[in-house]
């Protein structure tokens, strides 16, 4: 079987999509995937930010995925 990924979603309304691929960044969630010191790694796949956002008025969403790693 392939390598698995990671998913970190960040959901925002009336947002800037780069806001929300910031906000994963900025409050670490990828380092939950990451190995402490001095363990076997538990996660080797890639980690995908993927940010969506609504906005109200319009009734439409965006969507923008990074690779972290």
Same mark, same amino acid.
């Given at each position: 079987?392939? !390598? &698995?990924?990671? *998913?970190?979603?960040?959901? &925002?309304?009336?947002?800037?999509?780069?806001?929300?691929? =910031? =906000? *994963? !960044?900025?409050?670490?969630?990828?380092?939950?995937? #990451?190995? #402490?010191?001095?363990? !076997?790694? &538990?996660?080797?796949?890639? *980690?995908?930010? /993927?940010?969506?956002?609504?906005? &109200?008025?319009? #009734?439409?969403?965006?969507?923008? /995925?990074?690779?972290?790693?």
């Amino acid at each position: 079987m392939g !390598k &698995k990924h990671g *998913i970190i979603l960040e959901l &925002k309304i009336d947002s800037m999509l780069k806001e929300t691929i =910031q =906000q *994963i !960044k900025d409050r670490g969630y990828a380092l939950r995937f #990451k190995e #402490k010191f001095g363990e !076997k790694p &538990k996660f080797t796949g890639r *980690i995908l930010a /993927v940010g969506i956002s609504y906005e &109200k008025k319009t #009734k439409r969403h965006s969507c923008l /995925v990074e690779v972290l790693s």
